[in-house]
């Protein structure tokens, strides 16, 4: 068993069952013009860890460990969007509308996609969330277990919205979780680092934390 350097202790990292997991790295939340903007946030503020989820995916693809993508999206006749996630809050565009990039959130439309610089190669996994959390509405549970899959490593946005609820889904189900603080971001800084702590607190409640340079290290090791 090799370690990686994590808080509250050190992450015990098994090779063979261990996955990276891309959380929603999508024109929409982090390009001008998609659903981030619409709710009016800065979303240079989640742009900036591109370069770190880059390193962390080709550290993954170098040592051949699976990596997996999700995507926030729903399906064009909006059947899997609840009016409470369509109606909540005042953006000034909904899920659905047409925005610059195309249909806001909508599989298939221009700014659903994952960035081209982190796009997924042949044979990772893609999976489309109607919801804040991956196992929500997904066949992700179902994927991991015929994989043998029993750790997952986060990357991705936002730290404290989608980030968070999926590894807290997964820490439920047994997965040991370890988030990647240079390659995860919020809108809300302070958001980030209040996740940060939640989640490394009281012994690792919902899992471990660790910096890009240590895991990158565990992963080469
Ligand atoms: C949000 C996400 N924030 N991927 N989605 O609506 O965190």
């Given amino acids: 068993m090799l370690e990686i350097k994590a808080l509250p202790f050190p ?27 619409t709710l009016g946030n800065d979303v240079s503020r989640v742009s900036v860890i591109i370069p770190a989820v880059k390193r962390l995916l080709e550290a993954f693809r170098n040592a051949g460990l699976p990596v997996i993508h999700t995507q926030e999206c729903h399906k064009p006749d909006l059947s899997d ?4 996630k369509r109606n909540r ?4 565009l909904r899920i659905g509308d047409h925005g610059p990039m195309g249909r806001i959130l909508i599989a298939g439309e221009p700014g659903t996609a994952i960035l081209p610089e982190l796009a997924p190669i042949e044979g990772e996994l893609v999976i489309e969330k109607p919801g804040k959390g991956a196992f929500y509405a997904t066949r992700l549970g179902d994927i991991l277990q015929e994989r043998g899959i029993r750790q997952l490593v986060f990357a991705g946005v936002t730290t404290e919205v989608c980030v968070q609820t999926t590894m807290r889904e997964a820490n439920d189900r047994g997965y040991d979780c370890l988030l990647v603080e240079e390659a995860t971001a919020s809108y809300f800084p302070e958001f980030k680092q209040a996740a940060l702590e939640m989640i490394r607190a009281q012994g690792g409640i919902v899992g471990w934390t660790a910096h890009l340079t240590d895991v990158l290290e565990g992963i080469n090791a």
């Fill in 11 to 37: 992450f015990p990292l098994d090779p063979r069952s261990v996955a990276l997991i891309v959380i929603d790295m999508q024109r929409d939340f982090t390009e001008p013009g998609g659903f981030g903007e």
């Fill in 81 to 84: 969007l609840p009016d409470a």
């Fill in 89 to 92: 809050g005042n953006p000034t």
